[in-house]
């Protein structure tokens, strides 16, 4: 039978990239080869392997600090750059002197780690050099400097001291004497001497020289020595570091670490320069919403939401300022959209105005005669509607008996009932319902047939009897209530957060005066339920709805950091060991960032813990920065783009955070 392989099945149906590869055979099998049992099917099946899966390696950070640190070479001034390339001439003596110094005491786990501290700074030297009007010379300046103070003759004259103390110190012991001084190499052999000097420099720069792995200080001394025996001092010096210390040289290396590095990768160039060019559009469309958002949670991106809590966790300063400016515009946000809470007053005064004023302009025009009909038949029906079911409820009896009274009483008394006094008793029925209120026209259940008929009969009286005027005095009461609600709905937010009499905080504040609520995304949706009217529907203003669902959206995607955290323990793990893990992807990645923004790298290479912790302060600080802000991060990858180098298949992980982004970008 034909052989079908993994890779075709998936490649043919991309739809099904969620499921796993077994159950996705067993459909296919049923689907379209249900005369084969499983065993046979599964035998036509090669499990072919994809591409190997990008790791953060040693060789990903050498490369991705060569193109990082080229993009920042690119925009910096001759003078730090040439400051940068001496310092990483004196450095090379320096890690190789802690080198022989433990291959002679230390330990091979020390020695792992000074080999990798040698290729980390071949890598930028080569980088350096290549960026850098004579860098390669003033990297050997840096190697010559501290040997400016060591005299001619004094490696030879040091060797002959040496090969010479035991003869020396057995004549002397025989005679009884002092023990005779040795001779001066230079003293004796004039040129020969100055020449075994140089041979003897050699072997020491040579030893001097760092390793890293596949190269052996044997071998380096054995080469300086041979290559220092036809140029004597510097001349040997500069043959022997040729290959670290010159844009030639560096640039043999890198091109072999490149080729080395692109070996077997299944990406090509023109795949990452792509990635990249995708990834910087989505940077550079992003919008920021109405408060400042950080770089996972403006691109959604999962790897970065793990970067991010590893930063946090390597380092919690270095987002508190983020934290704090974050939660103040939250507040402000929140404060903004609530500011018609401070309008009740003034609205609530504008209702009774407005009110007093419509209707003194359609009474004013009231047809007293027909009112005077319609009023007695309105009274007849009272008394009807009292021998009704309904009127069995005392609260609705009261309500029916306490109007026909109040008609007869104005009767009895002579005195002409106006619509006045029937829009009174209407204003009256629609007070608020209270079980215990006194006035017994707002005391009967609201869903009453009686009440709702009574208020209906009044409305058409009074309109009748304005020729419709009444019905516009309704509509503009109507209209100022929904501002009056508008503005108590907005208070019940605010008064979530803060105290409707003091103003303080209430709750957890996010700044050190108290001064800043922590608004969460839960808060928040509490709160903008609060302001529901007893339909269910929010009473907001459109302004203030629209300003606060932003903030609720703003927040629920800055909250990505915590889904990705419930997404990580969510097989039994902790959220520790999840953040020690992000922490220790984000110091790989803070090392490339750093070089972006312009930590020099080598300083941290220095073996001085005091520098170290510096130069990973600095690190940390980058990459946080980075990670706060989509803007900064755009920027350090536009250098990348603008450096021209080549990107390895490890550099693409860096990039790789976003592609999910940029790729849906490209896709819809």
């Known amino acids: ?9 998936r490649k043919r149906f991309p739809q099904y990239k969620d499921i796993d590869d077994d159950r996705l055979l067993e459909a296919l099998r049923q689907r379209y080869y249900s005369d084969i049992s499983p065993e046979q099917f599964s035998a036509m099946v090669v499990r072919d392997l994809g591409p190997p899966e990008a790791k953060l390696t040693d060789d990903w950070r050498r490369n991705t600090m060569r193109s990082m640190a080229g993009a920042r070479l690119k925009n910096m001034s001759y003078l730090p750059k040439a400051f940068l390339n001496i310092g990483s001439g004196v450095q090379e003596l320096v890690t190789g002197a802690q080198q ?38 003033l990297q050997v300046a840096g190697n010559v400097l501290p040997t400016l103070a060591i005299p001619a003759g004094v490696f030879s004259n040091v060797a002959m001291r040496a090969g010479t103390f035991l003869p020396r110190a057995y ?24 020449v075994g000097d140089s041979v003897l420099a050699g072997m020491t720069y040579g030893a001097l020289r760092p390793t890293v792995e596949g190269e052996s200080a044997l071998q380096n001394m054995a080469m300086g020595g041979a290559t220092n025996a036809l140029l004597p001092g510097g001349a040997a010096i500069f043959n022997t570091g040729r290959r670290m210390v010159t844009r030639g040289g560096g640039g043999e290396r890198a091109a072999e670490q490149i080729v080395d590095d692109l070996a077997g990768e299944g990406a090509d160039q023109a795949t990452r320069q792509s990635v990249l060019q995708q990834t910087l559009g989505q940077l550079r469309g992003g919008q920021q919403g109405p408060i400042r958002l950080s770089s996972a949670a403006q691109l959604d991106s999962a790897d970065l939401a793990r970067l991010e809590r590893g930063s946090r966790a390597r380092n919690a300063a270095n987002w ?12 402000d946000q929140v404060t903004r959209a609530t500011r018609e809470s401070q309008m009740l007053s003034q609205r609530q005064a504008k209702r009774r105005a407005g009110w007093k004023e419509d209707w003194a302009k359609a009474s004013g025009s009231a047809e007293l005669g027909e009112f005077a009909g319609d009023l007695a038949k309105f009274r007849n029906s009272l008394d009807d509607a009292m021998l009704q079911p309904d009127a069995s409820n005392p609260a609705v009896r009261n309500m029916l008996k306490t109007i026909a009274d ?10 002409p009932y106006t619509p006045g006094h029937l829009q009174q008793i209407r204003a009256n029925m629609a007070a608020k319902f209270s079980p215990l209120n006194p006035n017994a026209l707002a005391g009967a259940p609201r869903d009453s047939a009686s009440r709702i008929a009574t208020m209906q009969q009044i409305d058409d009286i009074l309109n009748r009897a304005t020729g419709g005027k009444y019905q516009t005095v309704l509509d503009n009461y109507a209209r100022r209530s929904r501002l009056v609600d508008q503005s108590k709905a907005a208070g019940r937010v605010r008064d979530t957060f803060y105290d409707a009499d003091t103003g303080r905080v209430l709750g957890t504040s996010a700044d050190a005066a108290g001064d800043v609520p922590k608004v969460t995304e839960a808060a928040l949706g509490r709160a903008m339920n609060r302001a529901r009217g007893k339909d269910g529907a929010s009473q907001l203003s459109s302004r203030a709805k629209t300003r606060l669902n932003a903030v609720l959206d703003a927040l629920r995607r800055q909250n990505i950091t915590q889904r990705i955290a419930k997404t990580a323990t969510a097989g039994g793990g902790s959220n520790t060991a999840s953040d020690t893990i992000a922490a220790e992807a984000a110091a790989q990645v803070g090392d490339t960032i750093a070089g972006a923004a312009g930590v020099p790298s080598w300083v941290s290479r220095l073996g001085l813990s005091r520098l170290e912790d510096a130069a990973t302060a600095n690190r940390d600080r980058a990459l946080a920065e980075a990670l706060q802000n989509p803007d900064e991060l755009r920027r350090i990858l536009e250098r990348l783009e603008r450096s021209g180098q080549p990107l390895s298949p490890e550099q693409s992980v860096l990039l790789n955070v976003l592609r999910g982004s940029a790729a849906g970008a490209v896709g819809n």
């Open 1 to 9: 039978m034909a052989q079908i392989t993994m890779s075709e099945v």
């Open 100 to 137: 022989r110094y433990n291959d002679l005491f230390g330990d091979e786990e020390r020695g792992a780690e000074l080999r990798r501290r040698a290729a980390d700074e071949r890598a930028l030297a080569e980088t350096l050099a290549a960026n850098t009007t004579g860098g390669g010379a």
């Open 171 to 194: 004549r002397a012991l025989r005679t009884g004497g002092a023990m005779a001084p040795a001779a001066t190499t230079t003293a004796r052999l004039g040129s020969i001497g100055l």
């Open 320 to 331: 508190s300022e983020f934290d704090e400016l974050q939660a103040r515009e939250v507040a």
């Open 406 to 415: 109040d008609i007869d009483r104005i009767a009895d008394a002579g005195v």
